[in-house]
């Protein structure tokens, strides 16, 4: 059974940083692309990043303007997500989410509990 | 970019009555292979995203079979033939046809209440 859970999760002031983590157990980890996806308070889901299942390729929302960064360990079967100056806007929950066979044209088959990431002073 | 529209926003349904959201894509969703990459997603209130259909009209494995998708080119369709309690919560479309994801990716969300 596929398990996806996220941690590091929390109140963060204005301009910190924060690193999130994925666990994931039930498939082959390090042959799957992962993504992070994030959803503000009463708000839409919005894609945030991939990475390739070797951690070569990355991929990330234009938004996010080169302040977040997304790596792996395929060691540990984990997925980061490292999350630079933040402002009020990044506050959410944040997904790591498991692509389907068809890639990230499918969607995203498997998805983690979400860790709230709160930005305020 | 693409740019995902639903409609409704807010769907108020009856209990065993049928249910359909709308979704327009702003560019067609017909990739270069010749599928159709449009998917749906359901999130019950306090959980995670669900994908219920992909490609259109195919259903997930344990989605019921009152859920259906349907459509071509840049109008879809998803509708619920007889709702259920259970399908109270609020449902994405989403293209997976352009790369890369922009924010107009997802709809903006239609929420289903009894």
């Known amino acids: 059974q596929v398990q996806l859970v996220e941690s590091g999760g929390g109140v963060v002031q204005p301009g910190r940083s924060l690193r999130l983590s994925c666990a994931a157990s039930?498939?082959?980890?390090?042959?799957?692309?992962m993504h992070w996806v994030r959803q503000a308070p009463d708000k839409g889901l919005e894609w945030v990043a991939v990475i390739s299942f070797d951690g070569i390729n990355k991929y990330y929302a234009d938004s996010l303007e080169g302040r977040f960064t997304i790596s792996r360990d395929n060691s540990r079967n984990t997925l980061y997500l490292q999350m630079n100056s933040l402002s009020a806007e990044d506050s959410a929950v944040y997904y790591c989410?498991?692509?389907?066979?068809?890639?990230?044209?499918?969607?995203?088959?498997?998805w983690g509990q979400g860790t709230l990431v709160t930005v305020s002073s | 970019d693409v740019v995902m529209t639903q409609s409704p926003l807010s769907l108020p349904v009856t209990l065993g009555q049928p249910a359909s959201i709308s979704c327009k894509s702003s560019?067609?969703?017909?990739?270069?292979?010749?599928?159709?990459?449009l998917n749906w997603f359901q999130q019950r209130p306090g959980q995670s995203p669900r994908r219920l259909i992909y490609?259109?009209?195919n259903r997930d494995s344990g989605v019921p079979d009152r859920f259906s998708g349907s459509g071509s080119g840049t109008d879809f369709t998803l509708e619920i033939s007889r709702v259920e309690a259970e399908d109270v919560g609020v449902y994405y479309c989403?293209?997976?046809?352009?790369?890369?994801?922009?924010?107009?990716?997802f709809g903006q969300g239609t929420k289903l209440e009894i």
């Open positions: 989410a498991r692509e389907s066979l068809d890639g990230y044209k499918g969607g995203w088959v498997d």
């Open positions: 989403m293209q997976g046809t352009h790369w890369p994801p922009a924010p107009g990716t």
């Open positions: 560019q067609s969703l017909v990739h270069s292979d010749g599928n159709t990459y």
């Open positions: 039930g498939f082959n980890f390090n042959i799957e692309a």
């Open positions: 490609k259109v009209s």
